[in-house]
């Protein structure tokens, strides 16, 4: 478990973070470690909280992008007078 949090804090090769911890989640099912039925079943409740992220984060990126949160922000500052 260091491995992995310590590869996607300190990103060797300027891998992106997730790769290491997947690697080491990896390497411990292979190695025996974890049965990869005790394995998928702990990810299974991850499922929907990271789909949920995979569409809420690139679309808060493009509203962003767009200006919607800096107009909401000017028009709640003047409705509320400052």
Do not use: K, N, Q, Y
């Not at 310590?6 to 290491?20: C, D, K, S, T, Y």
């Not at 190695?31 to 984060?57: D, K, N």
């Amino acid at each position: 478990m260091a491995t992995g949090v310590a590869g996607a804090l300190l990103r060797p090769w300027r891998l992106p973070a997730w790769v290491a911890p997947v690697v080491c989640a990896a390497l411990v099912v292979v190695a025996g470690g974890i049965s990869p039925t005790l394995a998928r079943r702990a990810l299974h409740p991850l499922v929907s909280p990271v789909a949920f992220l995979l569409a809420a984060v690139p679309l808060a990126v493009l509203l962003d992008r767009l200006g919607f949160f800096a107009s909401l922000a000017e028009r709640v500052t003047r409705r509320g007078g400052g």
